[in-house]
């Protein structure tokens, strides 16, 4: 009995270490399992967030702003840099996928309402683009060119 009460005295007074800001942010960019690291072009259809969300917490922790350059993303990992064409409209902006969406079926992107109004999207609210990553995270912490950085 006293060596149970003293193993859980030690349990409860060793709390775990937390985890330091610039490696939870590491850990963040890194890409998961199931995240589409090959840095190929994509194509479908982009959506915007809705202003209302300005100030909610993304995936990676941060803070969204409607003035921002975010996006969204269900495949590409998070810390992707990519540059996205509207295809109707021919006009281009530089991303930086920072949260996990869009959940809306046969979406592919979501992007700040800054990004909406660059592409040409803003009062449609949806269009076909081409994502064509710039910066790709790696499951090992690198980052490679994708397909866009050679334009």
């Given at each position: 009995?006293?060596?149970?009460?003293?193993?859980?005295?030690?349990?409860?007074?060793?709390?775990?270490?937390?985890?330091?800001?610039?490696?939870?942010?590491?850990?963040?960019?890194?890409?998961?399992?199931?995240?589409?690291?090959?840095g190929r072009v994509q194509r479908g259809?982009?959506?915007?967030?809705?202003?209302?969300?300005?100030?909610?917490?993304?995936?990676?922790?941060?803070?969204?702003?409607?003035?921002?350059?975010?996006?969204?993303?269900?495949?590409?990992?998070?810390?992707?840099?990519?540059?996205?064409?509207?295809?109707?409209?021919?006009?281009?902006?530089?991303?930086?996928?920072?949260?996990?969406?869009?959940?809306?079926?046969?979406?592919?992107l979501d992007v700040s309402p800054r990004?909406?109004?660059?592409?040409?999207?803003?009062?449609?609210?949806?269009?076909?683009?081409?994502?064509?990553?710039?910066?790709?995270?790696?499951?090992?912490?690198?980052?490679?060119?994708?397909?866009?950085a050679s334009r």
């Open positions: 009995m006293v060596a149970f009460s003293a193993l859980l005295a030690a349990a409860v007074t060793t709390a775990p270490v937390p985890v330091q800001a610039a490696e939870r942010n590491a850990q963040e960019q890194r890409a998961r399992p199931s995240d589409d690291t090959s259809q982009a959506s915007h967030y809705h202003r209302r969300l300005n100030g909610r917490r993304m995936a990676n922790g941060e803070r969204f702003s409607v003035n921002s350059n975010s996006a969204a993303s269900r495949t590409l990992p998070l810390g992707t840099t990519a540059r996205v064409k509207n295809l109707e409209t021919g006009r281009t902006a530089m991303v930086e996928v920072e949260d996990r969406g869009p959940y809306a079926r046969g979406r592919i990004t909406a109004q660059q592409l040409g999207m803003l009062e449609e609210g949806v269009a076909p683009v081409e994502i064509s990553p710039v910066e790709v995270p790696q499951r090992d912490g690198s980052t490679r060119p994708g397909a866009g």
